[in-house]
């Protein structure tokens, strides 16, 4: 299987950083096929200007980026984003991606009735998110309204139509044990190495 991770944290020290590193051992050890997007490497540029608006609405992108990107997820499978919950939203990058990446004619179609979404991205079966924040859990779906659950989870790829969706979050990884924080990682490993 092909596996595209959408990767966005600029630090390579990150813990971001470590869970893109036990979640590709993991795939690799199932022989699954990588193609990692790494937003900030490619130096991604998140901003939508007037022309992407035009695009937008002529359904024909023009950032190049986006256009490789497009040919790329055509390839893949599976669909894996790995980000930080900063400020509870998903980085600039992360959001860009999903502004100009995530875009009709590139990811999506409308229906004829125009009520809904038909996904292009033809052979993408399943969508999964893994995030780390440090707001405890509970506080981030009862005070702060789930945000990235509502947004992407929902709000994006089960409004695309796409009904295999997972959602990963590592909650207060600052003030996590280092113990605790190799389980995650082998936990994260394991888990991939028996995706099929």
């Not at 996904?119 to 707001?135: A, E, G, H, R």
């Not at 989870?153 to 796409?162: H, L, P, R, V």
Request: aromatic residues 12%; positive net charge.
């Amino acid at each position: 299987m092909r596996i595209a991770i959408v990767f966005n944290h600029p630090y390579e020290g990150s813990y971001c950083n470590a869970i893109l590193k036990a979640v590709t051992k993991g795939l690799q050890k199932a022989n699954h096929e990588i193609d990692l997007i790494h937003l900030d490497r490619d130096g991604f540029n998140p901003v939508m200007t007037a022309a992407d608006l035009k695009a937008f609405k002529d359904r024909k992108p023009i950032d190049p980026k986006v256009i490789e990107y497009k040919q790329r997820l055509d390839e893949a499978d599976h669909l894996l984003f790995i980000f930080p919950i900063w400020w509870e939203l998903m980085p600039a990058m992360t959001k860009g991606f999903i502004d100009k990446v995530i875009f009709p004619g590139v990811a999506y179609d409308y229906t004829p009735s125009g009520n809904g979404m038909i996904p292009l991205f033809k052979n993408v079966k399943s969508v999964t998110v893994i995030t780390t924040m440090n707001t405890p859990g509970i506080l981030y779906r009862i005070l702060f309204g789930n945000a990235i659950k509502k947004a992407v989870i929902t709000g994006t790829f089960w409004k695309m139509g796409y009904k295999n969706r997972k959602w990963i979050n590592l909650s207060m990884v600052k003030m996590a044990s280092d113990k605790k924080r190799i389980k995650w990682l082998t936990s994260l490993e394991n888990k991939f190495a028996k995706m099929k």
